[in-house]
């Protein structure tokens, strides 16, 4: 791959040409190492996990992501909450009667639930309040408003009474003294005070006196539209269960859906639909990765007719799948539903590589082999693939970047397993048939 100095001595030998050196000294050592890495590797497959929630495949810095993100972290708003849909109200409060006690929920909520309990002692609560509140209200003099002096007097007389305030309420009172005093006392700075101490008392006065004159409520009282989002036309009612977890955590949704399925089986809502549709596209996957070995241990055997290359050929095939797992792990790069397909199109475009060095090594062997250009045809070839598959990383759509980086990542262990352990493996088995030195 080098050319030579013109009237010297070569270049410094190429690292391809090293690394065919060992292979052909150190077949066993290679292959050992491959299988004590293949092991190692495998203690991490079963940490590799599958992200169902089609949320982590969008932009966070996205506007519209970003806004559903703080939206989530609200409390009051429960986008992964499961809904239940029941024959009646009566039902719906029977159901959310054996779902509250669960651990994975915080609250099953039904339109009952909206309207207040404990009624009476609640009204008389508000009617002893508004008994001694009404002079707020009713039957005072207006009096005149005090003057600019007056007012300056007062506000240096609350100074004054702050600066000697004791007690735990000491500190707050002097930075409130200190504040005031750092306030000019011209008439339009006491205006500007004035609207912002009190420019709100005359709302909050009636809308107190309206909070004083409550009654009782009862489920024809709430709004239409909350009415007739928990409770359809031909009476069934809908139980809301809200996760006392933050259900992004894949672990922790997986849990409340398999908790409220097991009371109520036919709940729906976000969470379960994400989830079921993860555990159907595993399925998938593992129907899709049996098939794609069928179907390549089928071709290999028509195309070699030999069950022993066959074999050679899956070997690093298996160990780089294995490695590509691991990777996942090492560089937290979870399945999804964009990258799941990576395993199964590996063994597709990797079997081609090992099928043409399995050939090569029948008519050459493995000596003849390394030195031919087979295994710079297999590598140009896988690198044209990484260059287009690697080219998706590189996109906004953190689904498609994440296929287009494992992809480049199985496919370069892909390519190193079969230039490196193929080759090691074929001398193994040849020096035993007693075909080369």
């Not at 794609?292 to 899956?314: H, K, N, T, W």
């Not at 896988?382 to 906004?396: M, Q, V």
């Amino acid at each position: 791959l080098c050319p030579a100095r013109p009237g010297g001595a070569p270049l410094a030998e190429p690292l391809a040409l090293r690394v065919r050196a060992a292979v052909a000294r150190q077949p066993r050592a290679v292959v050992l190492g491959a299988a004590l890495l293949g092991l190692a590797s495998l203690s991490a497959v079963p940490y590799a996990r599958f992200d169902d929630d089609p949320l982590n495949l969008r932009d966070p810095e996205a506007e519209s992501v970003a806004t559903l993100i703080d939206l989530i972290d609200d409390p009051r708003v429960q986008p992964y909450s499961a809904e239940v849909l029941t024959s009646d109200l009566a039902a719906a409060e029977a159901l959310a009667a054996r779902l509250e006690p669960l651990p994975e929920v915080a609250e099953a909520r039904t339109l009952a639930d909206y309207v207040p309990r404990d009624q009476d002692a609640k009204l008389q609560i508000i009617e002893e309040m508004g008994f001694f509140l009404a002079p707020l209200f009713y039957g005072f003099e207006v009096s005149v408003p005090p003057d600019g002096e007056a007012e300056r007097r007062a506000l240096r007389a609350l100074r004054a009474d702050l600066e000697v305030t004791t007690g735990p309420l000491a500190a707050a009172a002097r930075a409130l003294a200190r504040a005031l005093g750092e306030v000019g006392d011209d008439d339009a700075t006491l205006a500007a005070l004035r609207r912002a101490l009190l420019g709100g008392l005359p709302a909050r006065l009636a809308s107190l006196e309206t909070a004083l004159e409550a009654g009782p409520v009862t489920i024809d009282d709430l709004p239409a539209s909350l009415r007739a989002r928990m409770v359809a036309g031909d009476g069934r009612a809908l139980v809301k269960v809200v996760p006392r977890d933050d259900l992004r955590d894949a672990a922790a949704r997986r849990r409340f859906v398999d908790a409220v399925q097991a009371v109520a089986p036919e709940a729906g809502g976000f969470p379960i639909i994400i989830t079921a549709a993860g555990r159907a596209v595993v399925r998938a996957f593992f129907e899709a990765g049996a098939y794609a070995a069928a179907g390549i241990v089928a071709l290999l055997l028509v195309v070699l007719r030999d069950g022993r290359d066959s074999l050679l050929v899956l070997a690093p095939l298996t160990l780089a799948a294995v490695l590509s797992i691991a990777a996942t792990v090492v560089f937290g790069i979870p399945f999804n539903f964009a990258n799941v397909i990576v395993l199964p199109l590996l063994f597709g475009l990797g079997v081609a590589g090992g099928i043409h060095i399995v050939v090569r090594a029948r008519d050459a062997g493995t000596m003849g082999l390394m030195a031919s250009s087979t295994p710079r045809a297999v590598l140009l070839s896988a690198l044209t693939t990484i260059g287009s598959f690697g080219a998706l990383a590189l996109s906004s759509h953190r689904g498609t970047a994440s296929m287009g980086l494992l992809l480049t990542i199985a496919i370069t262990l892909t390519l190193g397993s079969t230039l490196i352990v193929l080759p090691a493996l074929l001398t193994l088995v040849r020096r035993r048939n007693g075909a080369e030195p």
